[in-house]
């Protein structure tokens, strides 16, 4: 079974920063992608965040610029660098990650998982 864990949420000031982690755990073949949405009350779920195995990153246009995501496949732990927070970023913030768990003869097959999301909010 493989399970999402997210942690680093918590209160911060406008302008402040927080680190996000999430590690991917159980048994599996490999990690395609990770990546963080967010969604704050009464909103849509948003995409803020990705990166693929080979390290390559994308932002929705809301963070770039302030938001760095990160990964460690040794780890298997993908991490969101959010710096120059602002009240409209406060939402909880959910991992996840397309990770291949069984196969079908030669062939991967890759499955969505989602972490419990973690609460982050930026107020004064």
């Known amino acids: 079974q493989v399970q999402l864990v997210e942690s680093g949420g918590g209160l911060v000031q406008p302008g402040g920063s927080l680190r996000l982690s999430c590690t991917a755990s159980?048994?599996?073949?490999?990690?395609?992608?990770m990546g963080w949405y967010r969604q704050a009350p009464g909103k849509e779920l948003q995409l803020a965040a990705s990166?693929?195995?080979?390290?390559?990153?994308g932002y929705a246009d809301f963070v770039k610029g302030r938001f760095t995501i990160s990964s460690d496949s040794a780890k298997s732990t993908a991490y969101l660098q959010m710096n120059s927070l602002k009240p409209k970023d406060t939402a909880v913030y959910l991992c996840?990650?397309?990770?291949?768990?069984?196969?079908?003869?030669?062939?991967?097959?890759?499955?969505?998982?989602w972490g419990q999301g973690t609460q982050v909010t930026v107020s004064s």
């Open positions: 990166i693929t195995r080979d390290g390559d990153p």
């Open positions: 159980g048994s599996f073949f490999s990690i395609y992608t």
């Open positions: 996840t990650a397309r990770i291949a768990v069984t196969t079908t003869g030669s062939r991967l097959n890759a499955y969505d998982y």
